[in-house]
């Protein structure tokens, strides 16, 4: 039997054998997989992402039969537009692109080999967003949101049956360091998302547990839970209606928040507790928040607002007794609003910003550079999160 046959035996022999083969002589899974790598025939493994100290991200996909592969961007990746950024292919089959120069942080992507959207195969790092799956790849060289040598807290999945709604829903809780193995009980934080994103979205894209890390072991945060449930109760497409907040306000009112004072060792009451949340979860902190404002001391609004004039009229209207009862705003120790100006919300920002003020609440409204993504919504989780508790 000549070398190209027996070579062509050994590349397509079963991973099985391969790790059976090694389990025998004692070896472990690595070994066996660097086996298979070196079999004749087979393809050398990618890496992918390859992020430089430059901050120049290459990435790449083999796709031999590929004629056209694009790289499509979560929304923050600078130059690829809707249409994708096109990837250069190589004599072995391999595509690919660099990104060069990128600010630190953590970026979705995903490709597109042949009209059919594809994970990086190379890239176990996900982000879930609404209706998607993403890879996902961090640029480091930020302190506030870059993993350091400081102790952990623990994001946990989280489900329950939402007896308002009828089914089952999920939410992600992070813990700060030492929450298991101690007694102390803590304030409360309750982080919303965005429309094209999910209760998955902070604490993957938006690095919500490494910011409140690093701010606690700096002592500029107290430690705290922080709850980020999922803010959808029926899918949103792109294009279509604004999602109506009814069902997800009635499932965090009567479900979420006592689901997590009956399962955590959180402190309740007004003075320890907080809303925020960005986008569709801003509008959704405005309409908790003020539906029942004795439940809430700090009250944090990213990137949103009230959207339509005739919308703003009749949220002003459902909460006019709580805007103008005086002993209600006494126990408010913070209402901030954060907004880029490039961001095509800032008129519906404003809006609320200028309706609360002539009620007579002391509000503070920040006007940050870029626009309407997760770019600023990180700066501003590090910007309003040190505000609480205090």
């Not at 054998?17 to 472990?28: D, F, H, I, K, P």
């Not at 946990?156 to 992600?172: K, M, N, P, Q, W």
């Not at 490039?342 to 920002?349: F, K, R």
């Amino acid at each position: 039997m000549n070398d190209e046959v027996e070579g062509r035996k050994l590349s397509n022999m079963s991973i099985w054998r391969l790790l059976t083969t090694v389990a025998v002589a004692g070896a472990s899974f690595t070994a066996a997989a660097t086996l298979l790598a070196q079999a004749p025939g087979a393809p050398s493994p990618l890496v992918s992402p390859e992020i430089a100290a430059s901050r120049d991200v290459r990435l790449r996909v083999r796709a031999p039969r590929a004629t056209d592969v694009y790289l499509v961007s979560g929304g923050d990746i600078p130059g690829v537009g809707r249409g994708g950024l096109s990837l250069e292919k190589g004599s072995d089959g391999v595509w690919e692109t660099t990104l060069k120069n990128l600010d630190s942080g953590g970026y979705r992507y995903r490709f597109t080999v042949d009209g059919v959207p594809t994970p990086d195969p190379s890239n176990p790092l996900t982000s879930q967003s609404n209706t998607n799956s993403w890879s996902l790849f961090y640029v480091p060289g930020a302190t506030f949101m870059d993993t350091q040598r400081v102790p952990h807290g623990a994001v946990a999945e989280v489900h329950y049956f939402s007896t308002a709604l009828g089914r089952d829903r999920r939410l992600h809780v992070y813990t700060p360091p030492g929450y298991e193995r101690g007694r102390d009980s803590y304030p409360v934080f309750y982080l919303l998302h965005g429309a094209f994103d999910s209760d998955n979205s902070w604490s993957t894209v938006g690095r919500a547990g490494f910011i409140i890390d690093n701010l606690i072991a700096a002592g500029q945060a107290v430690p705290m839970i922080v709850v980020m449930p999922d803010g959808h109760t029926t899918r949103f497409q792109q294009g279509g209606a604004p999602a109506d907040s009814t069902d997800f306000v009635r499932d965090f009112t009567t479900e979420i928040k006592p689901l997590v004072e009956k399962s955590y060792r959180v402190r309740t009451g007004r003075p320890v507790t907080a809303i925020a949340g960005l986008s569709m979860g801003g509008s959704q902190t405005l309409e908790i928040a003020m539906g029942n404002l004795a439940s809430y001391a700090y009250v944090g609004v990213f990137s949103s607002g009230i959207f339509g004039a005739r919308d703003g009229a009749a949220w002003e209207e459902r909460h006019l007794a709580a805007m103008d009862d005086a002993a209600l705003k006494k126990g408010l120790k913070k209402v901030w609003f954060a907004t880029g100006k490039d961001d095509g919300v800032m008129a519906s920002t404003r809006s609320p910003v200028e309706l609360l003020r002539k009620h007579g609440f002391d509000v503070v409204f920040q006007e940050s550079g870029g626009g309407h993504t997760w770019i600023n919504w990180r700066e501003y989780l590090n910007t309003f999160t040190p505000m609480l508790f205090r």
